[in-house]
C-alpha cells in the first residue's frame, strides 16, 4: 500500500535531499528495509536510483554505527534479486560493506550485518 501510494519516491526523495542528516537517512533506510519486502518494491526502489541513495548514506555517515547498520540491512534485503545484487557490486557496494567493517573493527552487529549483506 505505501509503495503504491508514492511512499518509495517519497523516501528516496528525503535521503536524496537530506544527505547531510544521519537521523533522515537511518529513517529512510529504515523505511525502505519495511516497503521492499515484495519483489515489485526492491525493482521499484532499484528503477528510482535507489542503489546510487542507499550506498551514498553510509559513505556520508561511516562514522554513524546506526546508519551503517540500518543500510547494510537494507543491501541485505535488497540484494536477494539477483539483479540488483549485480547493480550493487557494479556500483562499488562491496567496498561500501568492506568500509564499515574496517571503521567499526569492535561492532559485532555492523559485522554481522556486513557479512549477510555480501551473502
Do not use: F, Y
Not at 59 to 78: P, T
Not at 89 to 101: C, K, L, P, Q
Amino acid at each position: 500500500m505505501i509503495a503504491s501510494e508514492g511512499g518509495i519516491e517519497a523516501v528516496l526523495d528525503a535521503l536524496r535531499n537530506h544527505t547531510g542528516h544521519p537521523w533522515v537517512q537511518n529513517s529512510g533506510c529504515g523505511a525502505l528495509c519495511g516497503i521492499d519486502i515484495l519483489p515489485a518494491n526492491k525493482l521499484s526502489i532499484a528503477a528510482s536510483g535507489g542503489i546510487e541513495i542507499v550506498l551514498q548514506t553510509p559513505r556520508k555517515h561511516l562514522g554513524q554505527v546506526l546508519v551503517q547498520k540500518r543500510g547494510l540491512l537494507l543491501l541485505r534485503i535488497l540484494a536477494v534479486n539477483d539483479d540488483i545484487a549485480v547493480k550493487i557490486a557494479d556500483t562499488e557496494g562491496i567496498e561500501v560493506v568492506i568500509d564499515a567493517i574496517r571503521t567499526h573493527t569492535g561492532n559485532a552487529k555492523v559485522h554481522q550485518r556486513a557479512c549477510r549483506a555480501l551473502l
